[in-house]
């Protein structure tokens, strides 16, 4: 068993950073044919029709469901009695009312048009969907939706113990496809440029073309404050096609993992297409101090999901100018 790291080991260093204008152009590694290629490797590995929908803590033991919209299918989610996940068609059988309006007493979801009663089984010509709380996200299997060959569970990224970590999730909108934004993912090499305020010294230390894992290692220091930052190792993959994964291997909080899922809102082959990011960040840390951080989750949590408010507003941007040039043909890469 790994011994926690003494609690003197500094964790931070101080780095003066060039000005922006300065640094080192990255414009030559990132070749649109790399970003491209590792996009479409990770749009052809099976997703089993399985889509992200929301941090699982959102839906807990309470009087009102979850409503939900996967590529322009109505979801409502709730909990029994004994806490299990139920999923699916959020229009009621009946006369189509909007299920997420309805109410759950004791487990059963009553449609507060004419009172229809669900369990969460088939049910006068409602029809449940798989669903699955990983601990941090639930995800939802929409079979007509993805037209793959579904999978009984989801890919999970690999994650640090329950135990042994914080987590937090943010979710944000943008104008575009979800490969829009795991392609945003799959170029590390605007980090400094884009992110200054973030990012210090990135350098992309390993990409799919060097052989071996196919995944983009970064050398990076995040900014704390001032000078101080955190230098560590961060690995990219995507273990499906809607799925980016970046996983700190070395330096601070190894072991931590920041998962991206973008999911599609409005149906395939929307004119305005809208994708939701659903970004989990599961934080750890062998450090013995870190036992406090947990227990300290819910204050943390607020401020974990506002530093990744910051950086997607500058994702999403990206995202939502390459949709733009993609649907009018504009898009260079």
């Known amino acids: 068993m790994k011994e926690p790291r003494d609690r003197w080991t500094p964790p931070l260093r101080m780095r003066r950073a060039p000005r922006w204008e300065r640094q080192a152009a990255t414009w030559r590694d990132a070749k649109p044919a790399s970003i491209a290629e590792a996009l479409k490797r990770a749009g052809a590995r099976p997703s089993g029709n399985w889509y992200v929908v929301g941090a699982s803590r959102e839906i807990g033991a309470r009087e009102r469901p979850c409503g939900r919209t996967v590529a322009g299918v109505e979801i409502v989610l709730w909990r029994a009695e004994d806490g299990t996940l139920r999923a699916g068609p959020g229009e009621c059988p009946h006369l189509g009312a909007p299920l997420r309006d309805s109410r759950v007493?004791?487990?059963?979801?009553?449609c507060h048009w004419h009172g229809l009663a669900l369990d969460g089984g088939p049910f006068a010509g409602w029809e449940p969907y798989p669903v699955h709380d990983d601990g941090v996200l639930v995800w939802v299997r929409l079979d007509a939706v993805g037209g793959e060959p579904p999978l009984g569970n989801p890919v999970v990224p690999g994650r640090p113990a329950p135990g042994r970590a914080?987590?937090?999730?943010?979710t944000a909108v943008g104008r575009c496809e979800p490969e829009d934004v795991v392609a945003n993912r799959l170029d590390p090499w605007h980090g400094s440029w884009f992110h200054p305020y973030?990012?210090?010294g990135l350098k992309v230390a390993g990409t799919p073309e060097d052989g071996g894992e196919d995944a983009f290692a970064v050398d990076?220091?995040?900014?704390?404050?001032?000078?101080?930052?955190?230098p560590v190792r961060a690995v990219f993959t995507a273990p499906e096609p809607r799925t980016v994964v970046m996983h700190i291997t070395d330096?601070?909080?190894?072991g931590s993992v920041v998962e991206t899922h973008a999911t599609p809102l409005?149906?395939?082959?929307?004119?305005r297409p809208r994708?939701?990011?659903?970004?989990?960040?599961?934080?750890?840390?062998d450090r013995r101090g870190f036992t406090l951080a947990r227990a300290?989750?819910?204050?943390?949590?607020?401020?974990?999901?506002?530093t990744a408010g910051r950086l997607w507003r500058d994702d999403l941007a990206y995202a939502e100018r390459r949709w733009s040039l993609r649907s009018t043909g504009r898009f260079p890469g």
């Not at 409005?266 to 004119?271: F, L, N, S």
């Not at 994708?275 to 840390?285: D, K, L």
């Not at 204050?299 to 974990?304: I, Q, S, Y």
């Open 105 to 110: 007493v004791c487990g059963t979801l009553l």
């Open 166 to 170: 914080v987590d937090a999730v943010y």
């Open 198 to 200: 973030a990012f210090v």
């Open 220 to 230: 990076v220091s995040f900014k704390v404050a001032g000078r101080l930052v955190v």
């Open 251 to 254: 330096g601070e909080g190894a």
């Open 266 to 271: 409005t149906a395939p082959g929307a004119t």
């Open 275 to 285: 994708t939701a990011v659903v970004e989990a960040v599961v934080a750890a840390s």
């Open 296 to 306: 300290a989750a819910p204050v943390l949590r607020p401020l974990m999901r506002r």
